[in-house]
């Protein structure tokens, strides 16, 4: 068998090839466990100006989870186009929604809901700014990238933006990914290591409403992807080692306009009742196996109660110190789970935030 960097080679020779006036659409949409992704691409004769001039398209849904095989065909509805940093020149990837067959959404499809309270709410302006945690793997899927096999690295500290060898694995990733993002048009804001060795963190925006969604999942997309290159794997597992470890968060920082302008501290502070009273509402829709996460340690607030505090990374709610001293700014919810579904998190935020 051919090694696999020889693989590699070779088909980045056979993307040298010229396509004519043909472009490839790789169009990608959420499967049925709300946490993986799938896609598959088509050829257009044009080059679409917008998501409407492309075409609604179709798949089996009784291999995703998400249609019996009697009536298998879901729908998937183009909603934003991003640059293909894999194929380049015109082609494209297209971020979907999932449809049934007589146009409603599918059951699996949060973006509608949370389109609908975005548009609602347009006038507050709302911005998010998600940060996303993740930990590499060995391809046999057990071992954290740079840990022993069957072992265990040294405790942590030294790796949480650590420069090294010996502090720090996957770089090479991490900076594909980051120039990939950039290049597709994900707003990647930034990346770093995180505490647990084998542990990084991105984050995307500010983003204005419902494309905080849309970007997330791309960037998600976009990192899957090039793990395929490098033959590694990406967990989005919340407490993907248990013990003495951190887990992994998508902490949503959150600002309305009225938030963001002087006296916007009163503003934030008014929405901490209302932020505790729908506490377990939220954590439902905040992603699967956070109880292994929200346990009060490793920077985390309890699961089972609602706290808030500046500067404190142990709460349910940081208020960050500069916003106490500004007056005004924006919120961190720190309870989102790394696998959480970014549209059912900004839609929960935005709707305790702003509804009656």
């Known amino acids: ?14 993307l040298t090839l010229p396509q004519g006036e043909l472009i490839q659409a790789m169009y990608i949409w959420i499967d049925g ?12 004769d044009k080059i679409p100006k917008k998501p409407e001039d492309l075409p609604i398209w179709n798949y089996d849904g009784s291999s995703t989870g998400q249609a019996e095989g009697s009536d298998s065909d879901v729908l998937i509805r183009p909603v934003s186009i991003f640059k293909d940093p894999f194929r380049r020149g015109n082609n494209i990837l297209v971020m979907c929604e999932t449809l049934n067959p007589d146009m409603t959404p599918h ?40 840990w022993p096999t069957g072992g265990f690295p040294g405790p942590q500290g030294p790796y949480y933006c650590g420069v090294g060898p010996d502090k720090v694995y996957g770089r090479d990733v ?19 290591a995180e505490v647990m060795p084998g542990q990084w963190e991105y984050q995307v925006g500010p983003c204005v409403g419902i494309t905080m969604g849309d970007h997330l999942w791309v960037s998600r997309f976009l990192m899957h992807r090039i793990c395929e290159d490098y033959n590694v794997i990406c967990s989005f597992d919340p407490k993907p080692i248990p013990g003495d470890w951190n887990g992994a968060g998508c902490h949503t920082n959150f600002s309305t306009a009225a938030m963001r302008k002087e006296g916007g501290l009163d503003v934030i502070m008014a929405t901490m009742p209302k932020f505790e009273m729908n506490h377990q509402r939220h954590i439902a829709v905040y992603g699967t196996g956070n109880d292994r996460r929200l346990t009060g340690a490793h920077e985390t607030g309890r699961i089972d109660e609602f706290s808030f505090g500046v500067a404190h990374r142990g709460s349910s709610i940081r208020i960050p110190r500069q916003v106490s001293i500004d007056g005004y700014g924006y919120l961190e919810d720190r309870r989102p789970a790394s696998n959480c579904d970014p549209y059912l998190v900004t839609a929960a935020v935005l709707g305790t935030c702003c509804d009656d």
């Open 33 to 44: 466990t709300l946490e993986n992704l799938r896609c598959k691409s088509r050829t257009l």
């Open 1 to 14: 068998m051919l090694e696999f960097h020889k693989l590699k080679t070779t088909t980045a020779d056979y």
């Open 174 to 192: 991490i900076e594909a990914h980051y120039r990939a993002c950039l290049y597709a048009g994900v707003k990647i804001a930034g990346t770093n």
């Open 107 to 146: 059951a699996t499809n949060n973006r509608f809901d949370c389109l609908a309270l975005h548009k609602k709410y347009e006038a507050e302006v709302p911005w998010y700014g998600l940060e996303q945690e993740y930990t590499l793997f060995e391809i046999d899927g057990r071992t954290p990238l740079g």
